[in-house]
T-cell receptor, first 116, second 116 residues
Framework: EAGVVQSPRYKIIEKKQPVAFWCNPI?????LYWYLQNLGQGPELLIR????????DSQLPKDRFSAERLKGVDSTLKIQPAELGDSAVYLC??????????????FGPGTRLTVL | AQKVTQAQTEISVVEKEDVTLDCVYE???????LFWYKQPPSGELVFLIR??????QNEISGRYSWNFQKSTSSFNFTITASQVVDSAVYFC?????????????FGQGTTLQVKP
């Protein structure tokens, strides 16, 4: 079974440029999470989707970050414009009630963003 | 507020030594879940274990064992006879409440280096 897929794996951009990250969860997983992981820190939740609905986006900086999961499958996280402080790893995870429940999350390899 | 503290930033051991990674948590919830994840250099978080707050039984899985003590709010992880492949960052995480939100609160992680 394929795991959570994320692309790109690495992205280098200049500040003020836009950037987008893509995530394809494990097939059949209705819950999708985006996490931000700063260097030397644990991941922090940005947004959680149940199917296509964002049910927890309280930690998403909405002035520059946006996310969508239009068909309830894959998802895109966007930053516009990027700032130096956005340099981090962006992790996607998914879960399913049939695969351990909402608290057993399967993570992708992440996208490492560097803003110059 | 919920919080997870991993006081050990880095641990270095020689292969075959036993090593214990400490985790202390804070929560006001009576129902909660505790997790350990492993993050190898590839970046993907790998699920190791989940325990709920009503099950204080210690668990052993091969060389891995976990000691859950509610009295001290700790959920420590021991690797017996460590191997070089155990080198990674290990995260303890907490998910609280009975609402099944799935939101994980991570500690800062402990970097384990196992030298041959």
């Amino acid at each position: 079974e394929a795991g959570v897929v994320q692309s790109p794996r690495y992205k280098i951009i200049e500040k003020k440029q836009p950037v987008a990250f893509w995530c394809n969860p494990i097939s059949g997983h209705n819950t999708l999470y985006w996490y931000l992981q700063n260097l030397g820190q644990g991941p922090e939740l940005l947004i959680r989707y149940e199917n296509e609905e964002a049910v927890d986006d309280s930690q998403l900086p909405k002035d520059r970050f946006s996310a969508e999961r239009l068909k309830g499958v894959d998802s895109t996280l966007k930053i516009q414009p990027a700032e130096l402080g956005d340099s981090a790893v962006y992790l996607c995870a998914s879960s399913s009630p049939l695969a351990g429940g909402p608290r057993k999350q399967f993570f992708g390899p992440g996208t490492r963003l560097t803003v110059l | 507020a919920q919080k997870v503290t991993q006081a050990q930033t880095e641990i270095s051991v020689v292969e075959k030594e036993d090593v214990t990674l400490d985790c202390v948590y804070e929560t006001r919830d009576t129902t909660y879940y505790l997790f350990w994840y492993k993050q190898p250099p590839s970046g993907e978080l790998v699920f190791l274990i989940r325990r709920n707050s009503f099950d204080e039984q210690n668990e052993i899985s091969g060389r891995y064992s976990w000691n859950f003590q509610k009295s001290t709010s700790s959920f420590n992880f021991t690797i017996t006879a460590s191997q070089v492949v155990d080198s990674a960052v290990y995260f303890c995480a907490l998910s609280g409440g009975s609402s099944n939100t799935g939101k994980l609160i991570f500690g800062q992680g402990t970097t384990l280096q196992v030298k041959p």
